[in-house]
């Protein structure tokens, strides 16, 4: 088998990710749109509602997106200059981005090689007493160590908001993430349930969790809808500077949808990952499974490529799917790299080696749940197939002279 080298275009792009629609989700946003409400509303409160029966958790905020909720949250405990927050590089940029404009200091730890979690011990080793806040990851639809990061920041007295972005489904043991404590989910179309754009904050801190609700309209003490009243009482008052952060009904309704769909997904998800998991060729690796008993998201699929064993690099294997027209992404490249923050004064304690090395070779291939079979097989067979064209396999036919 050889490489083609022109792009194969008798066959659709396969894209590594797309949104799942079904007639239900577009007769739930039709409905709104024709309802004569379309903004927060009652079918916001439905998607709060549905997310706290999903995860137990005492508040659920929806707003426009994950980065709104971090904002919203850092902002309520009332992060600013001078303190540091603790999390990953190895994350999307909306945190360290947030971080900064509060005018607060990142202060990046370090990640596990294989499963691109942060650790109790990373953590415990990051803390002053300028640390206001510690985000980890659960990072591609995995949980981190909860129990023991939690230790930690119980007995540094320190909050912890856990980005949830990837692991909305997501258990820890048996506990669904985002049942105590507090946790961000977004609900962006490459995440497992999505509104289009949007995101979800939750909180068992019942005057956080009004705060929030506050700060996500205007800081005004009511909302624009009011349950008994469409339309806003005069009397509302800013009770103190906010945002416009509120999520529209017609993009909550979509969530209410897809909610009911959020387990049919992951057992899709998962179905592709353990066929991803058996057939992968030697030398792109696939992130390592946490050891802790849990339920995996598979929001992403993550294989590391490593040109020693692989034969080519990260870009070079991304840009010889691409002709195959098979879709990659990279989750992440580390904070740190970025033109930005190479620029500015942020704190690593422990270096970043896991996260550099992994930064340089990670990739994620195709998985939503909406991949037929065929699809799955596509991948694999492209991988295959690109791989071989740098280690020939001794069964190859040899090359004529
Ligand atoms: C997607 C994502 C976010 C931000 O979510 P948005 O809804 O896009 O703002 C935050 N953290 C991580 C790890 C993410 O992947």
New binding site residues.
């Given amino acids: 088998m050889t490489r083609s080298s022109k792009p194969d275009e008798s066959r659709e792009f396969l894209p590594f990710c797309r949104p799942s629609i079904d007639a239900e989700d577009v007769a739930a946003v039709t409905a709104t749109l024709t309802s004569g409400w379309i903004t927060t509303g009652a079918r916001c409160a439905e998607l709060e509602d549905g997310i706290r029966a999903r995860t137990g958790a005492g508040c659920a905020v929806a707003v426009t ?4 909720a ?1 904002h919203l949250l850092l902002a309520a405990m009332g992060i600013g200059p001078g303190d540091e927050v603790i999390t990953p590089s190895m ?2 940029v ?2 360290p981005n947030i971080i900064s404009l509060l005018g607060a200091t990142p202060v990046f730890v370090d990640v596990d090689l294989e499963t691109l979690l942060v650790s109790p011990e990373t953590i415990r080793a990051a803390i002053t007493p300028r640390t206001k806040a510690i985000i980890p ?1 659960h990072y591609a639809g995995a949980p981190c160590d909860l129990n023991g990061i939690r230790a930690v920041a119980k007995e540094a007295g320190i909050p912890l908001i856990e ?1 949830a ?2 692991a909305i489904g997501t258990r820890f043991g048996d506990t669904e993430i985002g049942h105590s404590g507090h946790a ?1 989910f ?3 179309p490459i ?1 497992n349930i999505t509104t289009g ?3 979800v904050l939750v909180t068992d801190d019942e005057e956080l969790g009004a705060t929030v609700r506050r700060l996500r309209f205007h800081g005004l003490g009511a909302e624009a809808w009011d349950r008994n009243q469409q339309g806003r009482s005069p009397q509302v008052e800013v009770q103190s500077p906010g945002f416009k952060y509120n999520l529209p009904d017609m993009n909550a309704t979509l969530g209410v949808t897809q909610l009911k769909r959020l387990d049919q997904f992951i057992d899709r998800r998962r179905q592709i990952a353990e066929h991803y998991l058996n057939s992968l060729p030697k030398g792109i690796r696939p992130l390592g499974i946490p050891e802790w008993s849990h339920r995996h998201a598979w929001h992403l699929f993550v294989v590391r490529v490593d040109e020693a064993q692989a034969g080519l690099d990260r870009d070079a294997f991304m840009a010889a799917l691409k002709e195959l027209g098979i879709g990659t992404g990279i ?1 992440f490249r580390a904070a740190h790299t970025h033109h930005w923050y190479r620029n500015q004064e942020y704190k690593a304690p422990g270096g970043l080696v896991n996260t550099e090395w992994n930064s340089d070779r990670i990739c994620s291939i195709p998985l939503f749940p909406d991949m037929t079979d065929e699809d799955v097989d596509r991948v694999i067979e492209g991988i295959r197939e690109v791989c071989d064209a740098i280690h020939p396999t001794v069964n190859q036919e040899p090359l004529k002279a």
């Avoid at 997106?65 to 709104?68: E, F, K, P, R, V």
């Fill in positions: 997106s994950g980065t709104a971090m994350t999307w909306s945190t990851v980005d972005a990837h961000i977004s609900l962006h995440k754009e949007g995101g989750h």
